[in-house]
Nanobody, 117 residues
Framework: EVQLVESGGGLAQPGGSLRLSCAAS????????MNWVRQAPGKGLEWVAT????????DYAESMWGRFTISRDNAKNTLYLQMNNLKSEDTAVYYC??????????WGQGTQVIVSS
């Protein structure tokens, strides 16, 4: 059974940092591109970042460039998202998902991030 379990969310102040983790199991982790996607209150899903199978290539949504860093540890089957200089508009539920050429395959349950003073 494929499982993706996010953790690390919580309350942060504007300008603060959080590090999200996503523990993967039930599939060969380093065979898959991994992603972070978020959903703000009352809004649709928004792609955040993508990392290739061995981490050589990363990509970010424009509003995350320079603030967020996606990384992975294939030995630990874990995906990370380091979020710095957080803004109120980063408040959302953050999901990790694996993907193939045709789209997202499996999703975690999400972890809530609230950015507020």
């Amino acid at each position: 059974e494929v499982q993706l379990v996010e953790s690390g969310g919580g309350l942060a102040q504007p300008g603060g940092s959080l590090r999200l983790s996503c523990a993967a199991s039930g599939f060969t982790f380093d065979d898959y591109t991994m992603n972070w996607v978020r959903q703000a209150p009352g809004k649709g899903l928004e792609w955040v970042a993508t990392i290739s199978t061995y981490g050589s290539t990363t990509d970010y949504a424009e509003s995350m460039w320079g603030r967020f860093t996606i990384s992975r540890d294939n030995a630990k089957n874990t995906l990370y998202l380091q979020m710095n200089n957080l803004k109120s508009e980063d408040t959302a539920v953050y999901y990790c998902a694996n993907s193939a050429a045709w789209g997202f395959l499996n999703w975690g349950q999400g972890t809530q991030v609230i950015v507020s003073s």
